[in-house]
């Protein structure tokens, strides 16, 4: 990795390769997350090995997502499905304590309903084992789960605020702000910047984040891999 490149310009790789190897396969140069994990995937650069691990990656998976500042050159075996444009934001300012709601903990027994929510709102990729990456939080009416937000991405001092999201049928009661600042907050507890993505057209998502302390880091680039 070019070094003056920053850590979280290549977060998927930075994660698979630290603090969350315990999730990863692949080898050292590319990996990707466990399939009922994330399709998230990451190579160290666009050095000739490097992609040909990615290549190898892609090779045993219909699609992979990659997530950097830079694009990746056309290799065999690859083809790029499609491209779009997102932004990464950095807590500047955002709150350290958790707001005084009722917030419920999330796990294996809220797994269906997690994913559930997630492929009805579309907050990003969420997998049956998503949850597994880091802590998540939801927000329940009526014995449904009205709205959630976790951690996915974990790396060095760093922990990405990720899977915020809010049923229909309960938007407009500020649960995404509320479980964002709690998430983000439970990270800055710990001792470590929150940071999270969102596709550049989300405006509004965009303004929520900012409103509560993020600021834009860096522009980035998701790319959907698939098999030649």
């Known amino acids: 990795m070019d070094k003056m490149a ?3 310009d290549r977060p998927v790789w930075q ?3 630290t ?5 990863a396969e692949g080898g050292d140069k590319a990996r990707r997350f466990a399939l009922d994990v ?9 050095m000739a090995d490097s992609l040909q691990q990615l290549t190898q990656i892609a090779s045993t998976d ?3 997502l990659l997530l950097q500042v ?3 050159p056309a290799s065999p075996g690859i083809l790029i499905e499609r491209t779009a444009a997102a932004v990464q934001l950095t807590d500047t300012h955002v709150s350290p304590d958790i707001p005084d709601a009722h917030l419920v903990r ?3 027994e809220d797994a269906a309903e997690m ?3 997630a492929t009805l709102t579309e907050p990003g990729p969420f997998l049956p084992r998503t949850h597994i990456l880091g802590d998540f939080w939801g927000i329940k009416s009526g014995g449904r789960l009205a709205a959630m937000a976790g951690e996915r991405l974990r790396l060095d001092g760093y922990t990405e605020v990720s899977g915020v999201c809010t049923h229909p049928d309960f938007r407009g009661r500020g649960y995404a702000r509320l479980l964002s600042q709690a998430v983000a907050a439970t990270i800055k507890q710990r001792g470590e910047i929150p940071f999270l993505h969102t596709y550049a057209e989300n405006a509004p998502a965009i303004r929520l984040y900012e409103s509560l302390g993020f600021a834009l880091r860096a522009e980035m680039i998701v790319t959907v891999l698939r098999r030649a």
């Open 115 to 117: 994913v559930a929510l």
């Open 38 to 46: 994330s399709p998230l995937a990451g190579a160290r650069d666009e």
């Open 19 to 23: 603090c969350q190897s315990a999730w």
């Open 62 to 64: 219909p699609r992979s």
């Open 70 to 72: 830079s694009t990746i």
């Open 6 to 8: 920053h850590i979280l």
């Open 106 to 108: 999330l796990g294996d």
């Open 15 to 17: 994660a698979l390769s």
